[in-house]
């Protein structure tokens, strides 16, 4: 019957406004524009009167531009007033090969996956038949080392959140060395109430970003509008090491920098254990994103495993903006050459779904304990599948790490020219970052950015941040850093 319906939906004229619309995708796909095209202003009147129309539905402030992802193509962003931007912030790290990719589309189009679009997955209950085979070739294929089992889920922000929750069913068993909750746990849970409701603790870092929901809200500490009038749960935040640069010459300063912080983390651990509220987990980012681009050393995250061990808590890296091949690794984490490997890694944006991956004693031991109605989309493991082979067979992760690379220079570079305006060049990969003397500097250069073609974003309180695509190459790079120079000339 389902090969009936297929045949019937594909025949024309169906099928050919389908050929037709792939045809010219493709077709536009091997034209990338050589640079940017600004025509108007940014925002163009045609943005404009669309964030006032949908500002009449919802909050549009937020909103920057209104884009044409028709005409997007490759590394380019085309928006709805015709302007044409390099885009080196890709939906805020989200995008994994480019706008319109061929391997998507022809995904997309293929008659084989309608199945999986149209009907919507509950996966927790009724998975498609060939969901665990998609799963080891999408997901576990490209797992962190040591870390053999995945969740999907929705988006960032709900696969932290359940990554917390599997850090406090793990604590819990392990307290009670493998026994069933009693009939009290049961009941008192039910009324937010110990024991079955355990007063327990997630160890977080200042300038982390976790997410928005509840429990993720409580770990993320990096703007103040994130947090404003939602109650949070009183759980200890550490500080996060941030360095003087360049390393090589603060080596000494930023050793102990790091030695200050792990002993800060421990004072945290062993004081909510006095206090009654035992550490259950500790989540981190590898390089805070939001936070303003903060890199954490190999030696302070070889030393924050150690702690985790010795005081049994689950160490959790955040990778959703770091993970899926930006740093120039699969994983941010693999950098720091870790004697033992995180318990569990969240992941999300460039994988195009969410989830965690985590160790065998971090599985919930009955059903519903991680669960929602789709915990993530199926559709979204077709799309990754394909971004993992054309990641494969076009060695993209290498080659963003030599990107990566030649960018760095490149900001050294115009660091030195502009000591006046700029410091602190850094990155691994192309998810670099350069700080502005000021906040106002910065918010000033991303508009002269966008004005020459160039859409970008910032983090923290002055820092330019660098979220390219995995195609993004050293032609595109000289791109930027000409548009760049011209910017910064515009404001010296």
């Known amino acids: 019957m389902l090969n009936t319906v297929r045949r019937s939906i594909l025949q024309k004229p169906y099928k050919s406004s389908l050929d037709s619309i792939c045809k010219a995708c493709f077709a536009t796909q091997l034209q990338e524009p050589s640079e940017p095209r600004v025509v108007t ?19 549009s402030s937020a909103v920057q531009l209104f884009v044409d992802y028709t005409k997007s193509v490759g590394n380019y962003l085309s928006d709805a007033d015709g302007n044409v931007f390099l885009d080196i912030y890709s939906q805020i790290s989200s995008i994994p ?51 053999t089992e995945v969740q999907t889920m929705a988006c960032g922000s709900c696969s932290v959140e359940n ?28 009324n937010n109430m110990t024991p079955g409701a355990p007063k327990l603790s997630i160890l977080s870092f200042k300038g982390g970003f976790h997410g928005r929901t509840f429990g993720a809200l409580s770990c993320t500490h990096s703007k103040a509008i994130h947090k404003l009038d939602v109650p949070a749960f009183d759980w200890p935040i550490a500080t996060y090491p941030v360095y003087k640069y360049p390393l090589n010459e603060n080596a000494a300063e930023n050793d102990k920098t790091d030695q200050k912080c792990l002993r800060e983390v421990q004072e945290l ?52 903006q770091t993970g899926g091949g930006p740093t120039g690794r699969m994983w941010a984490h693999e950098h720091f050459n870790l004697d033992e490997s995180p318990d569990i890694v969240t992941f999300s944006k460039k994988l195009q779904i969410g989830g965690f991956y985590y160790k065998n004693p971090f599985r919930p031991d009955q059903p519903y304990r ?91 309180a002055a820092t330019l941040r660098v979220r390219t695509t995995l195609t993004f190459n050293n032609t595109h790079v000289d791109i930027f850093l000409k548009k760049f120079e011209l910017s910064l000339k515009e404001l010296n």
């Open 41 to 59: 202003a940014v925002p163009g009147p045609n943005s404009l009167r669309l964030k006032e129309e949908l500002n009449a539905i919802q909050n």
């Open 97 to 147: 090969l480019g706008y319109n990719h061929p391997a998507l589309l022809k995904a997309a189009s293929d008659p084989s996956n309608l199945a999986t679009f149209v009907n919507r997955a509950a996966l927790g209950i009724l998975p498609p038949k060939d969901f665990a085979d998609k799963l080891k070739t999408a997901l576990l294929s490209i797992a962190p080392k040591g870390l």
């Open 163 to 190: 990554a917390l929750k599997a850090a406090c069913f793990w604590y819990q068993n392990r307290e009670r060395k493998g026994a069933a909750p009693s009939a009290e746990d049961l009941q008192s849970c039910l």
């Open 269 to 320: 651990i062993d004081e909510f254990g006095r206090r009654g509220v035992p550490v259950a987990g500790l989540i981190i980012e590898p390089i805070q994103g939001e936070g303003g681009d903060n890199h954490g050393s190999a030696k302070f995250f070889q030393g924050l495993r150690k702690i985790c061990t010795k005081n049994g808590v689950a160490f959790i890296v955040d990778e959703v």
């Open 370 to 460: 991680i669960f929602n109605t789709w915990l993530g989309d199926a559709s979204k493991l077709i799309f990754l599948e394909q971004v993992v082979k054309v990641m494969r067979e076009q060695n993209l992760i290498e080659n963003i790490a030599k990107t990566g690379d030649y960018m760095l220079k490149g900001l050294e570079s115009l660091q030195n020219k502009y000591p006046n305006i700029l410091l602190r060049a850094r990155g691994k990969g192309t998810f670099c970052a350069i700080d502005f003397h000021t906040p106002e500097l910065r918010d000033k250069a991303v508009k002269v950015l966008h004005k020459n073609g160039i859409h970008c974003g910032g983090s923290g």
